[in-house]
C-alpha cells in the first residue's frame, strides 16, 4: 500500500502541468506576501479628454515574488479572492492608496482622485462601510479624493445589499465607479437604480474602434446614455491617437491607457504631475 501511495504521489506530480504548480506556489505564498514586503502599488493617471489634465490616478497592485519575479494581478487577484486573501490586501490597497494621495495633496497636487479597486469579496464583507470610515479618517484624505471601482459582477445575487452600500458612498461623498462596462451583467434598468459617478468603457471596446464598425456604436450609444444619466464615462486602453481622437471627437470625459501613461512608480508619477504642472 505504501509504494502505491508514492506511486499515486508521482504520477499525479507528473500530472501537474506548469499552470497548476505556479498557481499552488503562488498561493501558498501570497499568504506571506503582505507581511514579507512583496506587494507595491502602481498608480495609472486617468486624464482629461480634451485637455489631458490628469483628474486621477488608478491604483493598481503588484506582486514582487522572490523566484517568480512581477505576477500579473490579473493571476494573483483570482488567487486571492479564492482564498480569502483579497480581504485583508484590499484593506492594505485602500490604506496605502489614501495615505499616498493625502501626500500627494500635502505637496500640492491638490485635486487627484485615487481609485481603488474592490472585488466583490471585498465589497460584501462584513463591516465594509466601517473599515472605509476608519481608514478615510486614519489617513485624513478627503472622501471626495476616493474613488471605489466596481464591476457589474458585484450585483449577480447581491443586488439590494450593493445598492445600500453605494447609497452610503455617496453620503459620504466617496465617488464609484462602475468597471469592465460592457462586459458583464448588467441591465439598463439596474443601472438607473444605481448612484454611480462613472462608468468605465472596458478596454475590448477601445481596441477595436477602429476596425470594427459595431464597436464605435457601442461606444457612443454609452456616451449618450451616460450623458442623459448624468454620469462621467472614462474609456480605458487607449493605445493609439487614433483611439483617442475618436473618445475625443465624441465628448467622451476621461481618457486611461497606454497612449497617455502606464501604470507608474510613486517617484515616476510625481515626476509627471511636476512636468505637467510647468508646462
Ligand atoms: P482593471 O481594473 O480593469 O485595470 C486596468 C488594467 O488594464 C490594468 O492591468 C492596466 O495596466 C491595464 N491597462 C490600462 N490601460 C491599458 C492599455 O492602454 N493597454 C493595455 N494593454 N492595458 C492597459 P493590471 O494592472 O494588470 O490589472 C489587471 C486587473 O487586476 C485589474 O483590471 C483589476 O481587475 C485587478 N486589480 C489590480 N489591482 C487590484 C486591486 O488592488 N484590487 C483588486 N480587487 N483588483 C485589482
Ligand atoms: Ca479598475
Ligand atoms: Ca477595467
Ligand atoms: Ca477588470
Known sequence: AKSQGRNQVQYYTAALNMHSFKHFALSNDLRKALAKDELFIQYMPRVQAQTTEILGVEALVRWNHPDWGLVSPAEFVPIAEETGLIIPIGEWVLREACKQNKRWQDMGFTSMTVSVNFSVKQLLQQNILQTIDRIVEETGLSPEYLEIEITESSFISNEKEVIHLLDELKKRKIKVSLDDFGTGFSSLYLLKQLSLDTIKIDKSFVEEILT????????????????????????????????????????????????????????????????????
Open 212 to 279: 470594427n464598425p459595431v464597436n464605435k456604436s457601442i461606444i457612443e450609444c454609452i456616451l449618450s446614455l451616460a450623458k442623459a444619466m448624468n454620469m462621467n464615462v472614462v474609456a480605458e486602453g487607449v493605445e493609439t491617437a487614433e483611439q483617442y481622437a475618436f473618445l475625443k471627437s465624441k465628448e467622451c470625459d476621461e481618457i486611461q491607457g497606454y497612449y497617455f501613461s502606464r501604470p507608474l512608480d510613486i517617484k515616476d508619477l510625481e515626476a509627471l504631475l511636476k512636468s505637467k504642472q510647468m508646462n
